[in-house]
């Protein structure tokens, strides 16, 4: 079993950062594949960003890439998610995802196991 707790959502004015936390408990953090995905109102959740076990590959959905950034420190089980340039587009909850069958980085949500309550992101233009 794996929890996953997510924080650092907000408000914050278009063209401003933000940075999210997921930090999780209950299972050998480093051998497993972490994402995020966001779900916006009245939208299907997408997929954001996803990091291998290691840290040493990712993947980034095109809408986000070049100003968002996942890394993560296995040292303390957390994943982070690095916003910069926010659009208010990117409005959305977002959610962190464990993939603990594999450490390598994916972007679709069946791969998925465990998944955060979500925080909140809402930018304002």
């Known amino acids: 079993q794996v929890q996953l707790v997510e924080s650092g959502g907000g408000l914050v004015q278009a063209g401003g950062s933000l940075r999210l936390s997921c930090t999780a408990s209950g299972r050998t953090f480093s051998r497993t594949g972490m994402g995020w995905f966001r779900q916006a109102p009245g939208k299907e959740r997408e997929f954001v960003a996803s990091i291998s076990g290691s840290g040493g590959r990712t993947l980034y959905a095109e809408s986000v890439k070049d100003r968002f950034t996942i890394s993560r420190d296995n040292a303390m089980n957390t994943v982070y998610l690095q916003m910069n340039s926010l659009k208010p587009e990117d409005t959305a909850v977002y959610y962190c995802?464990?993939?603990?069958?594999?450490?390598?980085?994916?972007?679709?949500?069946?791969?998925?196991?465990?998944w955060g309550q979500g925080t909140q992101v809402t930018v304002s233009s």
């Open positions: 995802a464990a993939d603990t069958l594999g450490d390598v980085p994916r972007t679709s949500q069946r791969f998925y196991e465990y």
